[in-house]
């Protein structure tokens, strides 16, 4: 049997010593761990019932020496950190802290481990101000964004801000960091401790009214006003409806997001109330008409991921009853040779359900 503090180091040496991520990463991440030991269970404590308790939660039992499961300091290190982000952060309750050792599948161990590695070490620079790994994770987002997307929580809080000096594009200055509150990371407006300030594509919410006759006797919605992507990152607000539409148009890409909502004038006109799946369903066709951007008309169909309805995507909208709480739908633009990747990612009850490209 190991004994209780020998564990506990090994794990902590693990940490520093593994080949994952960065170097600073790694230290950041380690530092994180010793202080939530030195401050829980230091040395000192050892023999105390508490102490051997934490130790031997991240036990997997009895082994011979020349056991080849190499992924046991792997999950123990994933534990210790899990309980280390959640003592940095008490407000993650719930999110963390409830993790064992027999919940993470030898299939997943590895990516587990190394998405706790960036969650700790944003979460111990967040502490120190410095924005190191959070510059990396947004690195590994744009490097791999559908394998980040498919086991890392993304949210927009985006920006309602159109700066029509920019012409057709919307280029403005968000943060991006972990969030471990709600265990994700996130495009904010608002700077945070830890959080890399970065330019980004800006994709404005637009009422379905604003549209220009869409919603006169035979009107259609060829008149949408889109934005030019440019930035390596394109975000858009959250959707709980709202139709995002996309098209290239000669070597450039253009985007809006369209929301189910109408204007005072609208309403004092009677237009009529829609659904989420109602607009992307005029978007697509409406009295005979395919749906364009104003600013960008001809060249490629529109593209439309809306709410129970998509049009020239090659996935089916997202859920409808998605907004607020634990229950999200999250798109990202990436700028990837050849051109521009856009993927949707679906949260349900605070757990991924979906993460896919859409355009």
């Given at each position: 049997?190991?004994?209780?503090?020998?564990?506990?180091?090994?794990v902590?040496?693990?940490?520093?010593?593994?080949?994952?991520?960065?170097?600073?990463?790694?230290?950041?991440?380690?530092?994180?761990?010793?202080?939530?030991?030195?401050?829980?269970?230091?040395?000192?404590?050892?023999?105390?019932?508490?102490?051997?308790?934490?130790?031997?939660?991240?036990?997997?039992?009895?082994?011979?020496?020349?056991?080849?499961?190499?992924?046991?300091?792997?999950?123990?290190?994933?534990?210790?950190?899990?309980?280390?982000?959640?003592?940095?952060?008490?407000?993650?309750?719930?999110?963390?802290?409830?993790?064992?050792?027999?919940?993470?599948?030898?299939?997943?161990?590895r990516?587990?481990f190394?998405n706790?590695?960036?969650?700790?070490?944003?979460?111990?620079?967040?502490?120190t101000?410095?924005?190191?790994?959070?510059?990396?994770a947004?690195?590994?987002?744009?490097?791999?964004?559908?394998?980040?997307?498919?086991?890392?929580?993304?949210?927009?809080n985006g920006?309602?801000?159109?700066?029509?000096?920019?012409?057709?594009?919307?280029?403005?200055?968000?943060?991006?960091g972990?969030?471990?509150?709600?265990d994700?990371?996130?495009?904010?407006?608002?700077?945070?401790?830890?959080?890399?300030?970065?330019?980004?594509?800006?994709?404005?919410?637009?009422?379905?009214?604003?549209?220009?006759?869409?919603y006169?006797?035979?009107?259609?919605?060829?008149?949408?006003?889109?934005?030019?992507?440019?930035?390596?990152?394109?975000?858009?607000?959250?959707?709980?409806?709202?139709?995002?539409?996309?098209?290239?148009?000669?070597?450039?890409?253009?985007?809006?997001?369209?929301a189910?909502?109408?204007?005072?004038?609208?309403?004092?006109?009677?237009?009529?109330?829609?659904?989420?799946t109602?607009?992307?369903?005029?978007?697509a066709?409406?009295?005979g008409?395919?749906g364009?951007?104003?600013?960008?008309?001809g060249?490629?169909?529109?593209?439309?991921?809306?709410?129970?309805?998509?049009?020239n995507?090659a996935?089916?909208?997202?859920?409808?009853g998605?907004?607020?709480g634990?229950?999200?739908?999250?798109?990202?633009?990436?700028?990837?040779?050849?051109?521009y990747?856009?993927?949707?990612?679906?949260?349900q009850?605070?757990?991924?359900?979906?993460?896919?490209?859409?355009?």
């Amino acid at each position: 049997m190991k004994d209780s503090t020998v564990r506990i180091n090994s794990v902590l040496a693990f940490i520093q010593n593994c080949n994952l991520l960065s170097a600073n990463e790694r230290t950041s991440a380690h530092q994180l761990a010793t202080n939530f030991i030195a401050a829980h269970y230091p040395p000192a404590n050892a023999g105390q019932q508490a102490y051997d308790n934490f130790s031997k939660a991240m036990s997997l039992g009895f082994h011979l020496a020349s056991d080849p499961n190499s992924l046991r300091q792997v999950k123990r290190a994933t534990y210790l950190l899990d309980r280390a982000i959640l003592d940095a952060e008490p407000a993650a309750q719930g999110n963390f802290g409830t993790l064992t050792i027999g919940q993470i599948p030898d299939g997943l161990a590895r990516i587990k481990f190394e998405n706790y590695l960036r969650k700790a070490a944003n979460q111990r620079e967040k502490a120190t101000g410095a924005t190191n790994a959070a510059q990396a994770a947004m690195q590994v987002l744009f490097n791999q964004p559908l394998t980040f997307l498919q086991t890392n929580k993304l949210i927009v809080n985006g920006s309602s801000m159109r700066d029509l000096t920019q012409g057709d594009q919307n280029v403005l200055p968000f943060y991006f960091g972990y969030d471990a509150s709600r265990d994700r990371y996130k495009f904010d407006i608002a700077a945070s401790p830890g959080f890399f300030a970065v330019n980004v594509d800006s994709i404005t919410a637009q009422n379905w009214t604003a549209v220009p006759n869409s919603y006169a006797p035979g009107g259609d919605f060829s008149q949408i006003d889109a934005i030019e992507l440019t930035s390596q990152f394109m975000v858009t607000t959250q959707f709980t409806g709202c139709a995002f539409c996309m098209k290239t148009n000669g070597a450039h890409v253009y985007c809006a997001h369209v929301a189910p909502k109408r204007d005072a004038a609208a309403v004092t006109a009677n237009a009529p109330v829609l659904t989420g799946t109602q607009v992307a369903q005029r978007i697509a066709n409406h009295n005979g008409v395919n749906g364009d951007f104003a600013n960008a008309a001809g060249g490629n169909p529109l593209s439309i991921y809306g709410a129970g309805s998509s049009n020239n995507v090659a996935v089916p909208g997202y859920p409808n009853g998605l907004g607020g709480g634990g229950s999200y739908m999250t798109i990202i633009g990436v700028l990837r040779a050849p051109g521009y990747e856009i993927y949707s990612q679906i949260t349900q009850n605070d757990a991924i359900t979906s993460a896919q490209q859409i355009f």
